[in-house]
């Protein structure tokens, strides 16, 4: 039986899953993560994106993120983030007005503050879109 490890993604508001992995992808913020039971511990932070598992079944879970926080123990994996959901559960037409609006702020900017915002509201809702395409290219 192949080695697995412990992985709790959590958000603001809830555990969004729990239970044991063979693999895990994240977006770091310098690259994508490839995580796999024993890795040597790791502090990183995440961009938005998709994370994904797999399980101890053989089965593949998305999940969307809007950035946070991955610990890497060997044998313990931990995403924390503000805002994280099941990618089966991203609305693409909120995603798509989303990006519009962003777009539109950039576009109108005033302020360096105005700015920051809607680029980070941007860069959520192009993440969403792509993790929304990648379920569509699984055939989910």
């Not at 899953?17 to 977006?27: D, E, N, R």
């Not at 946070?68 to 798509?96: F, Y």
Request: hydrophobic residues 45%; glycine residues 6%; negative net charge.
């Amino acid at each position: 039986m192949p080695m697995t490890m412990h992985v709790d993604i959590v958000s603001a508001e809830a555990e969004i899953f729990s239970g044991p992995a063979h693999m895990v992808f994240a977006p770091g913020v310098m690259g994508e993560l490839g995580i796999l039971p024993r890795h040597a511990p790791l502090l990183t932070r995440l961009k938005p994106g998709e994370v994904r598992v797999r399980t101890a079944e053989g089965a593949e879970e998305s999940f969307y993120i809007s950035g946070g926080i991955l610990e890497v123990q060997p044998h313990t994996i931990t995403v924390l983030s503000d805002t994280a959901e099941r990618a089966e559960n991203l609305d693409e037409a909120k995603a798509l007005e989303a990006k519009h609006r962003a777009e539109q702020m950039l576009a109108d900017k005033t302020s360096e503050f105005e700015w920051a915002q809607a680029q980070s509201e941007l860069a959520e809702a192009v993440a969403q879109l792509q993790a929304i395409e990648r379920m569509r290219k699984r055939g989910r």
